[in-house]
């Protein structure tokens, strides 16, 4: 690891540039524990260490880009979720945050159900071990060979996504001669991310059957006539990094609404409600994520103060955390390659991954954190910018944080909270291998999905 002198980027005291940037922190060496994940801290060295391990060891182990994922944060978490809801609610893991047959089996032992939303996250369930019954099969367009395969497999419940869907199961289910449990997802007119919630008008987009207009009750009625389906709820999900309840109080009283009508008008009570996932989590130490146990208290006072109203029996809830469970687990281990500073705006740190391994600040302008973590440093800070090594200037990892001033090549920083929607969403860009990841608990470490190679690459490619 060398380490070479280069000109310091602008300092704090400067006129910065615009950015989503606070002040810079009292002190770099610090690891907030609201965006790492529960073992990370640094040893007497300064070390930052996970699982009892230092992330030093680790990349010479493992190489760097790495996700390092902190298993038993991982299982505290999920664990949290389950003991929050207890027994009269489900808690299904959102797959699509990132899934490995590892991640399914500690799901399976923590007691968690699972939903997937294609061929390839059942096929890894289903191969892990998880139980058929405690699958949740989502999805807006689900291939005929996707159903039949859920079906065969016993899958716990179909999300209907659409008025074809609900014949389409209907059909596969009968002639499979089976019974499929099925719910119904709703659109409720709320769309709800970070700190804010529309009520109104975002019925406008591709998931799920519009309440508005009468659709969802049509969708209802036609499937409650279908003998190869057994319809046992109603499922609703308004969005994604949510802090603020009032998008779920909003969606349940709407779904309760339909509830009643349903027992209205056929004279059933379903008996299940949805209330999807979405719950936000720390990406810097500005987010003030709610605790499960604070969440499960809320959204089972909303459901069953909404079905009080309405005289209706409380069906049992159930939720789809991704995110807010597998997000803190992990971090993204890199090494500094080139450091520019550019005058009078700020400094590029170029890391070896990037956007191949962290698609979400350039799709969504997420915003992340970032640390020295191979040592301390008392030098100053200067706002940087940790870019990656693709072909594209949007190729940005952190968009503005502070790193200390004697930040040299060869050192490693890492980005806390890239847990969810980072490998899952990772490619190969620029033939960008995608990187390992590395669970630790323990003081043990193991890879428990391996670095793409060259020859991965190139067994698809056939000439
Ligand atoms: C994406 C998704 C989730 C999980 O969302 P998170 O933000 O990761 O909690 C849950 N349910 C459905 C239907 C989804 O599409």
């Known amino acids: 690891m060398s380490r070479s002198a280069h000109p310091a980027g602008p300092r704090h005291a400067d006129v910065l540039p615009e950015g989503h940037y606070s002040a810079p922190p009292a002190d770099l060496n610090t690891l907030d524990p609201k965006v790492w994940s529960q073992t990370v801290t640094r040893d007497g060295d300064g070390v930052a260490t996970v699982g009892g391990i ?73 191969s892990a071990g998880m139980p058929a019954d405690r699958i949740a099969f989502h999805g807006n367009n689900k291939s005929t060979e996707e159903i039949t395969r859920a079906i065969e497999n016993g899958v716990g419940r179909i999300v209907l996504d659409s008025f074809q869907e609900i014949v389409r199961v209907a059909h596969i289910a009968r002639e499979l001669g089976k019974r499929q449990r099925v719910q119904i997802r709703i659109t409720v007119g709320v769309e709800a991310h970070t700190h804010e919630f529309i009520a109104t008008a975002h019925e406008d987009q591709k998931f799920g059957i519009p309440l508005a207009g009468g659709q969802a009750a049509e969708a209802v009625r036609r499937a409650l006539q ?177 790193l200390p001033a004697d930040l040299a090549p060869g050192d490693l920083i890492a980005v806390p909270a890239t847990g969810a929607y980072c490998r899952s969403m990772a490619s190969n860009y620029n033939h960008v291998l995608r990187p390992p990841v590395v669970a630790v608990a323990d003081g043990e470490s193991r890879v428990i999905v391996r670095r793409e190679t060259e020859e991965d690459l190139l067994r698809l490619d056939v000439g």
């Not at 790495?66 to 797959?95: I, K, P, S």
């Not at 409380?314 to 500073?341: D, N």
Request: glycine letters at 10%.
């Open 226 to 402: 279908l003998d190869s389906l057994e319809v046992i709820g109603i499922h609703s999900h308004i969005g994604s990094q949510i802090f603020d309840m009032s998008g779920f109080e909003v969606a349940a009283h709407r779904v309760v609404g339909l509830l009643k009508d349903i027992r209205d008008e056929h004279g059933v009570e379903l008996p299940e409600i949805d209330l999807g996932g979405g719950l936000g989590i720390a990406y810097t130490s500005d987010d003030d994520p709610r605790e499960p146990h604070e969440i499960a208290k809320a959204l089972t006072e909303i459901v069953s103060r909404e079905c009080d109203a309405a005289k209706l029996r409380t069906p049992r809830i159930s939720v789809e955390p991704g995110r807010a469970i597998v997000g803190p687990t992990a971090f993204t281990l890199y090494e500094v390659g080139t450091i520019k500073p550019l005058d009078g705006l700020r400094t590029y740190v170029s890391v070896d991954g990037g956007m191949s391994d962290n698609i979400r600040t350039a799709l969504y302008d997420a915003e992340y954190s970032v640390a020295l973590v191979s040592r301390t440093s008392d030098a100053e800070p200067v706002l940087a910018r940790v870019v990656g090594k693709h072909c594209e200037s949007g190729d940005i990892v952190v968009k503005d944080a502070f």
């Open 54 to 126: 230092d992330v030093k060891t680790l990349a010479e182990q493992y190489g760097t880009p790495a996700y390092v994922l902190d298993e038993a944060d991982f299982r505290a978490r999920a664990r949290a979720w389950r003991t929050a809801f207890g027994h009269d609610a489900d808690v299904f893991y959102a797959g699509k945050a990132f899934l490995s047959r590892a991640i399914v089996r500690w799901l399976h032992e923590e007691g968690l159900n699972l939903d997937v939303c294609s061929g390839g996250e059942l096929a890894t369930a289903l």
